[in-house]
């Protein structure tokens, strides 16, 4: 079936450090993908999306790198600060689909 | 402009209830989408609704059920609840029908 996982359930960095939370998804037919960050007690917010036709999308301190080949999806985000202290999830989703499909999300813990 | 709203924030009800949870999308939205989370099977796709027709429906029994307004607004329905519908209910807007905006959730607790 449809699924999109985490690697990694937890991750644990250095303020100022580079993170990389990593996302395999098994759907060939999705052509859209999402970070979300998710505080205790909010909702997902939006960070960064990428559609299937790039490989790399840059934001504010946040990149997201998309390898259809192997089906993986990665967020990095420079010089991580406690602010970033969340869950994360990747999600994927057909273009002008209204169902996303969510990984487990990875919960990532920034150590002043 | 003004984020997706969730009323109520919380709620609490006893098994064989039903609660209906309202969800008021981003100004201009018109597809709005019902998650429910949990911390054993994660975030969960409940339905999503589009010009007050459901477009897509996840894998839920039919005690889970929606319907939008000509306004967008979006309510969801469960009746004869039972205590595995504990969770946070989540719902998303969106204009492109891409990116979907969530809003803060509904905690339901079922006694």
């Known amino acids: 079936g449809e699924s999109v996982g985490l690697h990694l359930p937890t991750l644990s960095v250095q303020e100022g450090d580079n993170s990389i939370i990593n996302c395999a998804y098994s759907n060939s037919a999705s052509d859209y993908f999402i970070w979300y960050k998710q505080e205790s007690g909010k909702g997902p917010q939006f960070i960064i999306d990428i559609r299937s036709n790039m490989d790399k999308r840059q934001g504010q301190r946040v990149t997201v790198l998309l390898n259809k080949t192997v089906k993986h999806l990665s967020l990095q985000i420079a010089a991580t600060q406690p602010g970033d202290s969340a869950v994360y999830f990747c999600?994927?989703?057909?273009?002008?689909?209204?169902?996303?499909?969510f990984g487990q999300g990875t919960e990532l813990s920034v150590k002043p | 402009k003004a984020g997706v709203t969730q009323t109520p924030r919380y709620l609490i009800k006893t098994r064989g209830q039903q609660v209906t949870l309202s969800c008021s999308p981003i100004s201009g939205h018109r597809s709005v989408s019902w998650y429910q989370q949990t911390p054993g099977q994660g975030l969960q796709f409940l339905f999503e609704y589009f010009s007050e027709t459901q477009r897509n429906k996840g894998n839920f029994p039919g005690r889970f059920s929606g319907r939008q307004f000509s306004n967008s607004r979006s309510e969801m329905n469960v009746s004869t609840l039972e205590l595995g519908d504990s969770a946070l209910y989540l719902c998303a807007s969106s204009l492109s029908m891409d990116t979907q905006y969530f809003g803060p959730g509904t905690r339901l607790t079922v006694l």
């Open positions: 999600a994927e989703n057909k273009i002008q689909g209204g169902k996303l499909i």
